[in-house]
């Protein structure tokens, strides 16, 4: 069945560096664009960034821009988030997500979530 | 960037109930809008994309309207299985975004 596994979340200092992994499995990975997608704790959902199925276009939400890189590894199966610089505000759930045949098909695949805390 | 406005924020409602929440967009975004159900401690699940199709295994009590900038979600007869926080998201242009949810509550 389809499957996206994350894992990579900690505890991490303000200022420090975090990469997390999204294994992905059941389907043609390299043929879907892959977003990211945090929660705070108790607030709602975010979006992170995508990056397209080959990775030739990635975009931000503003507030990554700069700190964040979203990449991917078609020979893997998995999908990476380069967190740097990291604020206290980063603290959330980040959630791998497969969009549809294109984005206009919504996200209908999710992780489980990994936790990402920044605290000193 | 584009804003989404969700109302109510809170909601409560019993079993049987009909209910509907508004998502309002800050620019037109056609019919590229999705809406999804999130329970505790789980993942989002999607409901409806481009504004009334619904995903395959969404009970058919859930219905989605709408275009431009207004768009509604439905549950025509609410379930006990339906007490969950629900979530818009516009998906016309980057930066995607979401609406701020709506929460279901037993009344």
């Known amino acids: 069945q389809v499957q996206l596994v994350e894992s990579g979340g900690g505890v991490v200092q303000p200022g420090g560096s975090l990469r997390l992994s999204c294994a992905a499995s059941?389907?043609?990975?390299?043929?879907?664009?892959m977003h990211w997608v945090r929660q705070a704790p108790g607030q709602g959902l975010e979006w992170v960034a995508v990056?397209?199925?080959?990775?030739?276009?990635?975009y931000y939400a503003d507030s990554m821009k700069g700190r964040f890189t979203i990449s991917r590894d078609n020979s893997k199966n998995t999908l990476y988030l380069q967190m740097d610089s990291l604020r206290a505000e980063d603290r959330a759930v980040y959630y791998c997500?497969?969009?549809?045949?294109?984005?206009?098909?919504?996200?209908?695949?999710w992780g489980q979530g990994t936790t990402v805390t920044v605290s000193s | 960037d584009i804003q989404l406005t969700q109302s109510p924020s809170f909601l409560s409602a019993s079993v049987g109930d009909r209910v509907t929440i508004t998502c309002r967009a800050s620019?037109?975004?056609?019919?590229?809008l999705a809406w999804y159900q999130q329970k505790p401690g789980k993942a989002p699940k999607l409901l409806i994309y481009?504004?009334?199709t619904l995903q395959s295994g969404v009970p058919s009590r859930f219905s989605g309207r709408g275009s431009g900038t207004e768009f509604t979600l439905t549950i025509s007869s609410l379930q006990s299985e339906d007490f969950a926080t629900y979530y818009c998201?516009?998906?016309?242009?980057?930066?995607?975004?979401f609406g701020g949810g709506t929460k279901v509550e037993i009344k």
């Open positions: 620019q037109g975004i056609s019919t590229y």
């Open positions: 997500v497969k969009e549809g045949s294109t984005r206009y098909y919504g996200m209908g695949v």
């Open positions: 998201q516009q998906l016309n242009s980057y930066p995607l975004s």
């Open positions: 990056i397209s199925f080959d990775g030739s276009y990635k």
């Open positions: 059941g389907f043609t990975f390299s043929s879907y664009g």
């Open positions: 481009v504004a009334s």
